[in-house]
């Protein structure tokens, strides 16, 4: 099982996940390029300037550890990032398990994304000019459950640890991207893990998620906000526990 965080965060976002499945399958943990104990140096603007780039180090991951029947578990942007890959390479895959995905940020005629254009525009300028500041006052809202507010500041602090400029370049190509056409070009069986009251994947996106991949499964989970995997582990392992089977 290869796990993959979402925007500004680490690997540390699955403690409490990944450990009910080490005793089944081979765990793989990593960190994208520019976030968590990644090599800096690392990063290339023009290789990251889309999610494509970041697809392409999910299958070195894969090659380089000779990964075959990866199921893989994508939270957040990290959903299509593993769209993009299994589309690439879906030899490599036997199930995606996508927790909070959204294929487009903006809405778009008939589709509903959350989000107009001028919403995104002021959320990458207020990024891109003040980073902690907009960490501090999105944390919270994306994470959601403000009666629990230590959740809200562990997801301001992963996103403070991040180098402003390198998550201002993903921010973009996160916000920017437009993958529904890259849904269709999936065959790898897919479970698709919605949130309850999701500020940053609403429902109606993730159901076009789950309409559009042939085959997947849909589940709501009673979860608020959109990161489960740290607000509600137990349920989001069950709900993955239950897809995959014993």
């Known amino acids: 099982m ?28 990593f960190d994208h390029v520019g976030l968590g104990g990644s090599d800096l140096a690392a990063f290339d603007p023009a290789r990251y300037a889309t999610l494509s780039g970041y697809a392409d180090d999910v299958l070195e991951i894969c090659e380089e550890l000779d990964l075959r029947e990866v199921i893989f578990v994508g939270h957040s942007v990290s959903a299509m ?37 001028e919403d995104i525009d002021g959320l990458l300028e207020s990024l891109e000019s003040n980073y902690l500041g907009w960490s501090s006052a999105m944390a919270p809202a994306i994470m959601g459950n403000s009666d629990r507010p230590e959740l809200g500041e562990e997801l301001n602090e992963l996103f403070c640890r991040a180098d402003p400029a390198i998550a201002a370049h993903f921010a973009r190509a996160t916000f920017l991207s ?27 996106v993730g159901r076009f998620v789950h309409e559009r991949l042939r085959g997947s499964r849909f589940v709501r989970l009673a979860a608020t906000g959109h990161c489960p995997n740290l607000s509600a582990p137990e349920e989001t392992s069950a709900a993955i526990e239950a897809y995959l089977g014993p």
Do not use: K
């Not at 589309?87 to 509903?112: K, M, N, Q, T, W």
């Not at 890259?182 to 999701?198: E, F, W």
């Open 81 to 117: 990032i593993g769209v993009l890959a299994a589309a690439e390479r879906p030899d490599r895959f036997a199930h995606l398990v996508l927790i909070g995905p959204s294929p487009r940020y903006v809405d778009d005629e008939d589709y509903a994304g959350g989000f107009s254009r």
């Open 178 to 204: 437009d993958n529904r056409a890259d849904l269709d070009r999936i065959t790898t069986p897919a479970l698709v893990l919605q949130c309850s009251d999701d500020l940053i994947a609403p429902d109606a």
């Open 2 to 29: 290869v796990f993959a965080h979402g925007f500004g965060c680490d690997q540390s976002m699955w403690r409490f996940v990944w450990p009910e499945f080490a005793d089944r399958y081979r765990i793989v943990l």
